[in-house]
C-alpha cells in the first residue's frame, strides 16, 4: 500500500499523514483512503482510474461548493507520468447510511436535500464536462446511456434475454418523453454514498456518476420502504415530487445493466465485484417484461 500511495502523498505534501484504505461493499470502482493528519484530523483521498471521473468529481464539488452538503474541495492532483488523478477532500464525521439509522426525520431531510440538488436546473442533458455532447432530448440521452450499457452486458447475455430488454426498452421508452428535467442528478444517490452521524445527515458523497439528467434517476434508487411517506414530504417541501412511478422500472432496468455492464468490463464479475454482479442478475431474472 505505501508505495501505491508514496506519490501522493509527496505531492500533497502529506508525508507525516497515515493513509488507510476504506474498503467496503460500495466501492466499486475508485481507491479511497482516509489520511489521518497528525493534528487528529482526517481527510479523504480518493483515487480514479478513470480519468473522466476524476475530472467530473471535480467538477461536482467545485460546482457545488458552498450551495450543498457535498465534501469540501482541498486540493487535488492532476493524471500525468502514470499516476491516477486524486482528490484531496474533506472527511465528514459520521458513517454511512445504514438500516438501523433511519428514522421519519432523517428521511424527511434526506429527501428535502435531494429536492434541493434537483433545483440546480441545466440546459440540455448529459454529462458536463463533455459539452459538445450535450442533448436536448431526454429520451435520446437515455436511450444511449441505456444501449450503451446493454451492449457492455451481450457477452454474459442470452439473445432471449437481450430482446426482452429491448422489446420492454421499445414499449417504454415514450414514458420519458415527459420526465423532470434537465437538472443536476446524483445518479448514485443511495445509503452507501450518504453520511449520517447522530440521526443527522452529514453530507452526500461520490460525484464521478453524476450527470445533468432528470430528477427520477434519483428517486429510483432512494424511494425506501418504510419511509417513503417522510422522504417525500421532505422533497416536497422543497419542490413538487415528479410523477416518477411509470418510468421507475425502465430506471431500475438500466441501473442493473450498468452495474452488470461494470464488473464485465473490468474483469471483476467473478471475483471482487461477484456478489452486486449477481444480485443484479438475478434482478433481470424476476424483471416482469411482460408490464
Known sequence: MENRIKKYREELNLKEAVFTLIDHDHTMIALVYRVTQ???TSLILKISSEEEDYRRELYFLRYLEKKYPSPLLLDSI?????IY????MECFEGDLLQERDWSDSLAFEIGANLAKLHTNRTAAYGDLIREKTLLFSSREYFEKKFKEELSECMSHFSVSLIEKIQSYFDAHS????KVDGPCIVHRDFRPGNIIVNQGKLQGIIDWASARSGFAEQDLCTMIHPKYKKSLLEGYRSIRKVPKYEL????????RALAVIGYAIKSNTWNSSNRDIYIRNCRFLELFNFSL
Do not use: R, T
Open 247 to 254: 418510468v421507475m422500472p425502465l430506471l431500475q432496468l438500466s
Open 85 to 88: 488523478g486524486a482528490i484531496l
Open 78 to 82: 492532476e493524471p500525468h507520468s502514470n
Open 174 to 177: 415514450h414514458y420519458l418523453d
Open 38 to 40: 497528525l493534528d487528529g
